[in-house]
């Protein structure tokens, strides 16, 4: 027994001395490198099929095509479907939902939409007022902004998280603070402004503010410029991915 133990000692302390424990992990640290090496990874035939998303900007509905003027700029990410209209020198930020599906949407001359507003039009509206959205020239709506079947006449400012609901009026040359709340039928008389949830009258403007009402769109309006460059008109990349999916035989 005590040569055994003699023995079973010896060939611990053999095994598990700092140099064999040092070489063991160096060996097996060699063998894994060689096999990464040597493996080869072969891409998934769905990454290729699938990696597109396939978001298209101009969405058609029926008879109606949504019509974007030469000289607007509409981000590449914006959906802008059914009865839509951007006029000349407008801009449409990334995000942006215009959803002409019931009823007619325009933004006018020089007019800017920002970051993820949604725009929507109802069938009809219950003060009797047109039910479609219509945005004037010189008209700036802030982002994260809800309007819903409103009138907004020219050189307006909408401020960012605002809702207008259906009927809802803001005359010329009024400002609607951040995050107020227009109810439906309430109108927002010339060179007023307005705040809170329901909307109320603050002040009156002074001729100085409104002369920068329709300054802030044409500001904008210039800061469009220098992305309309960037992006294909009416994100047509979309046809050139389809065209080279068809080119590799993957049905789309």
Not at 125 to 149: M, N
Request: charged share 20%.
């Amino acid at each position: 027994m005590a040569a055994l133990a003699r023995i079973s000692r010896r060939a611990i302390a053999t095994n598990f001395s700092p140099a064999n424990v040092i070489i063991r992990a160096l060996s097996t640290s060699t063998i894994a490198t060689t096999s990464s090496s040597t493996k080869t990874v072969t891409p998934s035939p769905d990454r290729v099929k699938w990696d597109y998303r396939g978001q298209r900007q101009i969405v058609p509905l029926g008879q109606w095509l949504p019509k974007v003027a030469v000289d607007a700029y509409v981000a590449p990410n914006v959906v802008l479907a059914g009865q839509v209209t951007v006029c000349d020198g407008a801009s449409v930020w990334p995000s942006a939902v215009l959803r002409g599906d019931l009823n007619k949407i325009t933004v006018g001359f020089c007019s800017n939409v920002q970051e993820r507003c949604v725009i929507h039009a109802a069938w009809s509206s219950p003060t009797g007022l047109p039910a479609e959205t219509s945005i004037e020239r010189f008209v700036t709506i802030g982002a994260y902004t809800l309007l819903r079947s409103c009138t907004i006449e020219p050189e307006c400012i909408i401020g960012q998280h605002s809702i207008l609901m259906e009927g809802s009026l803001v005359e010329t040359h009024a400002i609607l603070e951040a995050g107020s709340v227009v109810p439906p039928g309430r109108r927002i008389p010339s060179g007023e402004l307005w705040s809170g949830n329901p909307a109320r009258f603050v002040r009156s403007l002074t001729h100085e503010e409104t002369l920068e009402i329709p300054k802030l769109a044409v500001a904008i309006n210039d800061l469009s410029k220098s992305y309309f460059s960037e992006f294909l008109p009416y994100s047509t990349v979309y046809l050139e991915v389809e065209k080279f999916k068809k080119s590799l035989g993957i049905s789309v």
